[in-house]
């Protein structure tokens, strides 16, 4: 890892991986990372297609083996499952629901296995979209499946909740509802979030931490409050390109006919004789990251 979190001892933690390895023949898709994950924090898991976030999760859930030392909530996935579930709720980029039942009915079959499962909190999520109670799953829109399986997990008084593409196939209005449910009615210091997703812009403004992956190995871990803190882009002043190059850029492009630089942890004043600055959002320090010439 090239940055690490430095959590206070007696800091509570969801989750603890020391030498998490996964391999598909010779497919490495973990390379023995090594992260933690503090109760009271939002997490998120940022990657391209293929870097490692699903098999992590699926770890972490206990839907895949692995090598390697791995805790969640206490437990070890691999062998007690049944007990971590009881606190855990997932949501998967594919929303599963049993489509003969009605909406209804699936309210009713989740509140007969499920003890920590609130309907009243379902209902109320559910009364502020267009999903009717009374039609079956297999006749609802992509669209209303994906609210009624959110409706389900947000109802549920789970420790860890895990979102792996949670809004895929919603438009930007519910995208923007359901963050900001999340934000306001379900987290808390007792719990930990952890979400994967593509449109992070939507993501970046609730998350309390995050970490890039590439190619099985996390490359950055850290706070959003730091994290925005070390990158700077600087739009290179005619004549400064050399000494621009000579402070090491994680990486450099062209806009507007200007040179363009991406520092990581160089004081902004230095930076600013060379022109104009701008911190950036994680997007942008994302690809920064991936795409860099070094760090």
Request: aromatic letters at 6%; proline letters at 3%; a negative charge.
């Amino acid at each position: 890892m090239t940055d690490t979190q430095t959590n206070s001892p007696n800091e509570a933690k969801v989750i603890e991986a020391k030498g998490l390895s996964k391999a598909f023949g010779d497919f490495h898709a973990l390379k023995s990372v090594d992260f933690t994950m503090p109760m009271g924090r939002i997490v998120g898991v940022i990657g391209a297609n293929g870097a490692g976030k699903t098999t992590m999760l699926n770890a972490i859930l206990g839907l895949t083996s692995y090598e390697g030392s791995l805790k969640v909530l206490g437990y070890d996935p691999a062998t007690e499952r049944d007990a971590l579930m009881k606190d855990v709720c997932f949501i998967a980029d594919i929303a599963t629901l049993p489509k003969w039942m009605k909406v209804s009915e699936v309210l009713d079959y989740v509140e007969r296995v499920h003890p920590q499962f609130d309907r009243a909190k379902a209902m109320d999520f559910l009364s502020r979209t267009n999903v009717p109670l009374d039609k079956k799953v297999r006749a609802l829109s992509k669209g209303m499946t994906v609210q009624v399986h959110l409706a389900v997990v947000m109802a549920i008084e789970a420790k860890l909740l895990v979102l792996d593409e949670p809004t895929l196939g919603l438009d930007i209005i519910f995208r923007k509802r359901f963050y900001q449910s999340l934000l306001e009615e379900y987290f808390d210091e007792d719990r930990t979030v952890i979400i994967t997703t593509h449109q992070v812009e939507e993501v970046e403004h609730i998350l309390t931490d995050v970490m890039f992956i590439k190619d099985g190995d996390i490359v950055l871990e850290a706070e959003m409050d730091d994290l925005t803190q070390q990158f700077i882009e600087v739009m290179v002043e005619k004549g400064k390109e050399d000494e621009a190059l000579a402070l090491k850029p994680i990486s450099h492009g062209a806009s507007f006919g200007k040179q363009t630089c991406v520092y990581k942890n160089i004081d902004r004043e230095t930076l600013a004789k060379l022109g104009e600055t701008r911190r950036l959002g994680l997007a942008d320090i994302f690809v920064a990251t991936m795409t860099g010439d070094g760090q």
